[in-house]
């Protein structure tokens, strides 16, 4: 028997996605809010001893897809789910996974923990070892190939990835092999949530098509302060597995001479152009 794919409301694209290649039934559960802003969700599918996997991307508001993703864990098992996986494409709360200061939560500690719900949990590229230290039953998908064998048939001219940082560095050098680009790492440091400083080196961008590459994506900063070393570069494009993109972060990139924005679809937006669907295919 093929199991049921539940789809939570963050992940449209990429729970139809996978039930079209997969052939798996697609369960669309009522999802409403009760006026004073709790979560309404009913399943009216039978789940009787069936296998199944609850997709639902941590993406903003992570709070709001938390709720839903356990409530819709719960309600799957009660209505009689066999197995149970939890299919996560993007982990929020992954960055907090250290106490950098004392008396810090560690956050991602707690999502393990409360995903335990599932047999199982599946996520996408997550930020680091150590957030998936916590959790007793999880697999990792690697998506920085796919991310490598799009931008191949992009046409870019004399092309070079950069990873911003050494914590990217061995993800972008799988992309840049997939697509054949040279490849080239910065150091980086974080002064602030909004704020962080790149070393000084230098780049070899001069009429070159420059891809810089990461995990994440969220205020931009990064790719900013990356792009003040590739002066003379011919085209800068930014892409990364988890386009969160918040405030401004669009235009400021934009007007540190990005030209193209490319994400995956673990978080769903416009700029969302590679599926992961292949590479998560393989774990389910
Ligand atoms: C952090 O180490 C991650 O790999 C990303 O570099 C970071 O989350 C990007 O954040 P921002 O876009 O706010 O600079």
């Known amino acids: 028997m093929m199991p049921v794919l539940v789809s939570g409301s963050a992940s449209p694209m990429l729970s139809s996605e996978l039930s079209r290649t997969l052939g798996w039934e697609l369960v669309k559960p009522e999802v409403r809010k009760f006026p004073d802003g709790e979560i309404y969700l009913r ?53 907090q996974d250290k106490r950098f200061k004392d008396g810090e939560a560690l956050s991602v500690k707690t999502i393990a923990r409360l995903l335990e719900l599932a047999d199982k949990v599946v996520v996408v590229e997550a930020h680091s070892k150590e957030s998936l230290s916590y959790f007793k039953k999880v697999e990792e998908v690697k998506c920085f190939s796919l991310l490598g064998n799009y931008l191949a048939k992009l046409g870019l001219r004399d092309p070079l990835f950069l990873s911003p940082d050494e914590g990217s560095m061995e993800r972008v050098r799988e992309a840049a092999k997939a697509a054949g680009a040279d490849f080239d790492c910065l150091q980086k440091e974080r002064l602030s949530g909004t704020r962080v400083r790149i070393e000084r080196k230098r780049v070899d961008a001069s009429g070159r098509d420059v891809v810089i590459l990461d995990d994440i994506i969220s205020t931009g900063g990064t790719v900013v302060e990356s792009c003040k070393l590739l002066k003379g570069a011919r085209r800068i494009w930014a892409c990364c597995v988890h386009g969160l993109f918040v405030g401004n972060a669009l235009e400021r990139m934009k007007s540190a001479g990005v030209s193209r924005i490319l994400s995956t679809d673990t978080i769903e937006s416009r700029y969302s152009k590679i599926s992961v669907a292949p590479a998560l295919i393989k774990h389910l």
């Open 43 to 95: 399943i009216t599918s039978s789940l009787e001893g069936e296998e199944v996997v609850v997709i639902e991307s941590l993406s903003p508001p992570q709070n709001e897809h938390l709720t839903e993703l356990l409530f819709l864990l719960d309600l799957c098992r009660d209505l009689g789910a066999r197995k149970l996986t939890a299919l996560v494409p993007y982990l929020a709360y992954a960055r």
